[in-house]
Every structure is written in C-alpha cells, then in structure tokens.
C-alpha cells in the first residue's frame, strides 16, 4: 500500500466518522473516484479500516475521557443521579447497534456494495440533514440529554444501525434523532459522539486480535501509521464540531447536507456513465 493511499485514507476516515457524511459511504465511494479497486478489494483493505476505526474511537474516548470517568464514577456517588441516567441511557442505545450490527453489518454491506449505492444513500442521507434542520426550526430545544426516555434512547439506537448501509452516516443519523426528541444541536451531538464510542471501540477490538496474528509485518505498520492520523483527525474533527454545534442555533446541518448531495449526484453520474462503458 502507498504511504499516500495510508495518508488520504485516514484523513478521509477521521473526518467524515465524525462529520455526518458517511465514512463507510467515503470508503466505498473513495476507491472508485481515485481508481483504487485494486488496494479496495485486497485481503489488507479490511483489516486496514478497522485500525483506522480503532484510531477514531479512541480519539473520541480520550476527547469525551472526562465525560466518561465522571458517567462511571456515577455508579458508585449517590447524588450523581443525572449522570447515572445518562449512562444508562447510551447502554440502552448502543444495544441495538451491537446486536444488528453483529447479525446484519456483512449482508448489509453486501448488497450495497457499488460506489452508484453509497451515492444514492449519500444523497438520501443529505434529505436526512435538511429535515433535521427544518424539525429544529419548528421547535425549540427543550430536553436535556439526561430527560430522555428509555425508550427515546432505545429509538436513537436502532436509527444509528442505518449507519451500516454505505451512504448514511452514524452521527448524522442520530443527531436527527437527538433533534426530534427535543434537544439542542449541542446535545444531539455529544450524545452521538458518547454513543458512537462505545459502538467503534467494540466492533474495532474484536477485530484487532484477528489482524495482529494474520498482519504483515507491512499491513500491521501502515494500520498503525493509519489509524493514528485518523485518530489526530478525529480529536480535530471533534473539537471543531462541538464549537460549531454549541455556536449554532439553526441550519447547523444544511452544509452537510448540500455536501452529500453534490457528491452523490457527481459520483452517481460518475459511476451511471462509467457503467455504459
């Protein structure tokens, strides 16, 4: 693998893990645009994105690290009970993640495999974005993360799984959710990121095992060499949007979604003409 594939690769994956652009859209679209197939569909490609996922969740537990200790620390402080709830309710959320995660993320990713799919999903997942927007105009942010139901959180779990067909993105996904049941862009957003954590580390260490005893000696140095930048990215990427979504009141998310329908549009016309030929 070139040290430039390793670079553009991980800078795409921390940024748009954390954008609500779709990573798996950006990977499956990415080798078609700049004609990797032949590195996209080698036995390396996998195992290379899941340490570039394993560098982007860790970015986020040491970004959300004292979020997380004070979330734990609740467990053993009586008059911590917001934040005992909180806890509770992204354990309820990521359930759903991790169970149809586990029995449908292959067969998922198996039907919709192409660089035409993930545009259009992209293009849905824009429509997704404006409609976000335009829920949060009609209303105001009233609830608080730690006011939401269980089953509210349960909801916001099961829409997250949506992430798993490339083209729709985990935090945009469930930051739309978040917004629908009343909070504010801020909290959407935090929740999104407090959950996904969780979900990427998880499904990431699984996985590392299996690569560190099957790797190259090469394979294994460019998922490090990737997974770190993809991590530095991410802690970036993170920062820059908590400000943003703290500093926004309305149309936080319209220039995400003009971003996933240009380029779905592009590539799908890309991809549509391609196959005539």
Known sequence: MHILQVIVYAIMQGITELFPISSVGHAVILPYVFNWKQFS?????????VMLHLGTGIALLLYFIK?????????????RRNERRQLLLIIVA?????????????????????????????????????????MRRRRRA????????YGR??????????ALIPGFSRSGITMTAGL?????????????FLLATPVILGAAVLE????????????????????????????????????YFRTSE????????????????VVAIMAGVGAHF
């Open 153 to 162: 959180a349960l909801i916001i779990g099961i829409v997250q799984t949506f």
């Open 208 to 243: 590392v095992p299996k690569l560190m005893h099957a790797g190259s000696p090469q394979m294994i140095h460019d998922g490090l060499l990737g997974g770190l930048i993809a991590g530095i990215v991410a802690i970036l990427a993170t920062a820059f949007l908590m400000r």
């Open 67 to 79: 979020d997380w200790i004070r979330l734990i620390a609740s467990l053993f402080i009586r008059n």
């Open 94 to 134: 990521t359930i759903p993640a991790a169970i149809i995660g586990k029995l449908f993320e292959t067969k998922l990713q198996e039907l919709f495999p192409s660089a035409l799919s993930a545009s259009i999903f992209l293009i849905v997942n824009g429509f997704v974005l404006f409609a976000a927007d335009a």
């Open 180 to 192: 629908s049941s009343g909070m504010s862009y801020e909290d959407s957003a935090r929740f999104s």
């Open 41 to 49: 569909e080698s036995d390396v490609f996998l195992p290379f994105v």
């Open 142 to 149: 009233t609830k608080e993360l730690s006011d939401l139901s």
């Open 250 to 265: 309305v149309r936080a998310l319209r220039p995400f979604g003009w971003y996933c329908i240009v380029i779905g549009v």
